[in-house]
């Protein structure tokens, strides 16, 4: 389950979405589950 600020990146096309209010289910991009990036990696995508 996505919670708030967390980052994910779709491993196939690039995709990356930040979770603005989180909610129950699964993250999915390209029929595939999108994977969390580490407090590191987010901090590139982030204005």
């Known amino acids: 389950m996505p919670n708030k600020g ?3 990146k779709c491993e ?3 995709n990356v979405v930040q979770v603005l209010e989180g ?3 699964d ?3 390209c029929g595939e ?3 969390m990036l ?3 990696d987010a ?3 982030r204005s």
Do not use: I, R
């Open 23 to 25: 909610g129950g289910g």
């Open 33 to 35: 589950d999108m994977q």
């Open 38 to 40: 580490s407090e590191e």
């Open 27 to 29: 993250l999915v991009c």
């Open 6 to 8: 967390e980052v994910y």
């Open 12 to 14: 196939l096309c690039g």
């Open 43 to 45: 901090k590139a995508f």
